[in-house]
Structure formats: C-alpha cells, structure tokens
C-alpha cells in the first residue's frame, strides 16, 4: 500500500520517530495552543543546530507554531537560547527571532538573560565569585 505524503506514517519511514510519537507531540502542542491562545513556546538550544539537515528541523517547529497561531503571541513562540552557531537555517529562522514579519525596524529580543531570570536558574546555580576569577588576578 502506498503511503500518502506528509502524514504521520510518511514522517515515520523518513525519520524513524514512530508516528504515534509524531501524533502525540503535534495533538498536545496544538491542544495546549488553543487552550491558551498561542501561548505554547518551542524553546531550544544549540543541539539541534549541530546535525546536517537541521534547517527541516527548525522548518518543522516553525511550522508547528504558525499552524498553531503561537507566533507574535506573548507567551508563545519560538525561543533560542544561545547563539546561532550554524547559519544554515537562518533564513527561516530571523523573521521569527526578529520580528520582521510584523514591524519595522526590527526588534532585538533579548534572551539569555530573561531565560537565566525567569526560569529561577540563579537561585539554583552555584556558581561563586571564585571560581570566575582567573587564576592570574
């Protein structure tokens, strides 16, 4: 039987990933957007970025925030938190990161330390005036 392109069992034979997996992850996403008006976040970081087709994975996740009406909401979409090592992608990536779609000049969204500030990472982190030093101050 022939699979028909772009449905969940199509993804499976390309990825591996099984398309109950593939379901499951598009079904909660799209639920939790529309319970909260687009306030569902796809935050990630430099992994993803490192492997050869990682612009498809970011087009995926782009896409499944535009589907799902997350983009330009507060409290939804896409969140990079630390730089883009890999420039690959950047071309699908920068009208979301900045804005372009919607406002001119772009906007600089700030980042790392909002997700440092916010997440409470620094009542969590141990990290003592010593050991930034460096050994020849």
């Given at each position: 039987?022939?699979?028909?392109?772009?449905?969940?069992?199509?993804?499976?034979?390309?990825?591996?990933?099984?398309?109950?997996?593939?379901?499951?992850i598009?079904?909660?996403?799209?639920?939790?957007?529309?319970?909260?008006?687009?306030?569902?976040?796809?935050?990630?970081?430099?992994?993803?970025?490192?492997?050869?087709?990682?612009?498809?994975?970011?087009?995926?996740?782009?896409?499944?925030?535009?589907?799902?009406?997350?983009v330009g909401q507060s409290g939804g979409g896409w969140a990079h938190y630390v730089g883009q090592e890999k420039l690959r992608p950047q071309t699908g990536w920068l009208p979301l990161a900045f804005?372009?779609?919607?406002n001119r000049p772009p906007r600089q969204m700030n980042s790392t330390s909002f997700f440092y500030n916010h997440s409470s990472q620094w009542r969590y982190e141990k990290v003592s005036a010593q050991e930034l030093l460096s050994p020849l101050a």
């Open positions: 039987a022939e699979i028909k392109p772009y449905t969940p069992a199509w993804g499976e034979q390309i990825t591996g990933v099984p398309r109950q997996y593939i379901e499951t598009a079904r909660e996403f799209a639920d939790t957007a529309h319970k909260t008006h687009g306030r569902s976040m796809i935050i990630l970081g430099a992994g993803v970025n490192h492997w050869y087709h990682m612009d498809m994975n970011y087009r995926g996740m782009i896409n499944m925030l535009i589907f799902c009406g997350c804005a372009l779609d919607w």
